[in-house]
Every structure is written in C-alpha cells, then in structure tokens.
C-alpha cells in the first residue's frame, strides 16, 4: 500500500492528536521538529496512523484516533485490576466504561494516589519499561524512629530482598512521621519494603506525582483528562531519562 496516496496529511495527523493548529504544524514541520519513522518530515506528507511513528521534537505522538488519557486519584481499598475475584471494587469503576483503558503501572490495594488509564499502548510502554525509570513521589505516613540513618539508607538503597537492592532514593523529612520518597523503579510494595528494612512501618502511603504531572485539586475516587501537554511531557520525561528516543 502505497502511503503517499493512501495515508492522512501529517499536519491533520498531529492537529487531532491536539499539537496546535494545522498552521501551527505546517510550521513545526517546515521547521524540523516532527519526524516519521525517524526521519525528518516534510510538508504535505502522508502518513499511516496504524503503522508509522510519529514524534515532535524527538516525543513520539499518539496519533491514533480516540486515544485517552485519566488521571485518577485511587483511594485506598480499590484494586488495579479490570475484574477482582474477591469482588472489591476496581480501578475501572472510576473512568467510563468506553472506551477500554488499562493502568499504567500499578498501586497496590491500600496505597492511594494518582495513576495513569488510557488506551494508548504506546504511552504506556514508554513509561513502565524498566530501563526509563520516570519518577514517582510518595508521601508516607510511618511509626518508628525516622533517623538520620534509616534516610541515608533509604537514599542509597536497600536490599529489599535477597540479591535485589533498590536503587537510590530520592528522601525528605518533612516533619513528624512523614516521609517524601521518589523512587524511578516499580518494584512490588517497594516504597512499603523499603521502609521495613530500615526499621519503620508505612501505615499510609500517597502518590503525588508520577513524572512531571500532579494534582492537588483532584479527589480521592476521582479522575480528570490529562492535558495534551502533560501527555507530552510524561513522555519526554522517559525519553529524557534514556536519553534516546523510544522505538516502536
């Protein structure tokens, strides 16, 4: 099948996929920004959304055709799950129903905070492979002795298990029994683990941030779209932690 004849103009592609306005794209094409397969691409090309790779400024674009992306803030007691045997309730109760999206990444069923649904396969590739490591801050409630040791360890890692050590931390102390952790892995219960190896219990663990989005404002069961930009920027979040572009 011949693209050039058959596929959607690039500047449509990327004016759905909400990059700007087809003048605005024709200008970031005229301008080198945008790539296909790669490949710098020029005015006036076609392309197959099924098929060919996309990027602006080397961030692939999910420009398939009804792609969405929730924001949700789980409460505690919700599975991240699409059916629980147990009949406790899913994370896929808290987005419509159409059309189908999976979670990015997991939470576990007592830990509350944001994550990310959507239907891209793309996005979420991106950002689970273990080799791109994109953040995510939690705060965690603990009893114990928060001591100046217990967060050095914390920073430089842990051994969580036998042979399996956490790669550093990000730490802070706000105050009391609170701590700040930014971890970049996605390790089962890790942030839970990792407190227990140095001698404190998490009875309340959060996710305030996964890359560069937040929400304050979003209620626990709640969810909202992500912003173009914000999709944009939770992909080059990855990409600037490999420091290459992602490959389809």
Avoid: W
């Avoid at 390790?187 to 001698?199: A, K, L, N, S, T």
């Amino acid at each position: 099948m011949n693209t050039e004849l058959t596929g959607e103009r690039l500047q449509k592609v990327l004016a759905r996929a909400g990059i700007g306005s087809r003048r605005v794209c024709d200008e970031m094409i005229e301008d080198g920004r945008v790539t296909v397969n790669g490949l710098v691409a020029r005015l006036g090309q076609r392309v197959d959304i099924d098929h060919d790779l996309v990027a602006v400024d080397e961030i692939p674009v999910g420009v398939l055709p009804g792609l969405v992306y929730y924001l949700v803030n789980k409460p505690s007691g919700v599975v991240v799950t699409a059916v629980d045997p147990e009949g406790r309730p899913t994370i896929l109760e808290l987005v419509p129903n159409e059309p189908r999206v999976f979670s990015v990444g997991r939470l576990d069923f007592a830990t509350e905070g944001l994550i990310v649904l959507t239907n891209d396969g793309e996005l979420a590739q991106l950002l689970t492979h273990p080799s791109h490591g994109v953040e995510k801050e939690y705060l965690a409630q603990v009893t114990g002795e928060v001591t100046p040791a217990a967060i050095r360890a914390l920073r430089e890692g842990v051994e969580i298990e036998p042979g399996v050590v956490t790669q550093p931390a990000k730490v802070a102390h706000p105050g009391g029994d609170l701590l700040k952790i930014v971890i970049h892995e996605g390790r089962y219960r890790q942030v839970r683990r990792m407190c227990e190896e140095v001698g404190l219990t998490v009875t309340r663990l959060v996710r305030t941030r996964i890359g560069p989005v937040s929400d304050t404002q979003l209620a626990p069961g709640s969810y909202r779209d992500l912003t173009h930009l914000e999709v944009r920027a939770l992909a080059g979040a990855a990409i600037v932690k490999t420091g290459r572009t992602h490959d389809r």
